[in-house]
């Protein structure tokens, strides 16, 4: 079992950064692949990015592609989302998810391979 609890959200201008942090409980997290998903209302839930257990592959959606940035630190057992030039589109609840896979290929975009989700964070940017 692993509990994810989000943070970072908040409101920024158009052209700015935040950072995301999904700080994971248990001794296990390690082994788990990393994802991010962002939510609009109104929308279905969007692939953003995905780290490997050990961090060394990545994988992201094409609309963050250059922009966003995932990484993680086992030791702390956090996984992070650095998100620069940000637009009104980036607007939406961002969600972190745990895959128990551990490794990640073409399907990591897909949120039914995750096992275990956060409640999500709401970013939230002005024009």
């Known amino acids: 079992q692993v509990q994810l609890v989000e943070s970072g959200g908040g409101l920024v201008q158009a052209g700015g950064s935040l950072r995301l942090s999904c700080a994971a409980s248990?001794?296990?997290?390690?082994?788990?692949?990393m994802g991010w998903f962002r939510q609009a209302p109104g929308k279905e839930r969007e692939f953003v990015a995905a780290?490997?257990?050990?961090?060394?592959?990545?994988y992201y959606g094409d609309s963050v592609k250059g922009r966003f940035t995932i990484s993680r630190d086992n030791a702390k057992n956090t996984v992070y989302l650095e998100m620069n030039s940000l637009k009104p589109e980036d607007t939406a609840g961002y969600y972190c998810?745990?895959?128990?896979?551990?490794?990640?290929?073409?399907?990591?975009?897909?949120?039914?391979?995750?096992?275990?989700w956060g409640q999500g964070t709401q970013v939230t940017v002005s024009s």
């Open positions: 998810a745990a895959d128990r896979k551990g490794t990640i290929d073409r399907y990591s975009g897909n949120p039914d391979e995750y096992d275990y």
């Open positions: 248990g001794r296990t997290f390690s082994s788990y692949a």
């Open positions: 780290i490997s257990r050990s961090g060394s592959s990545t």
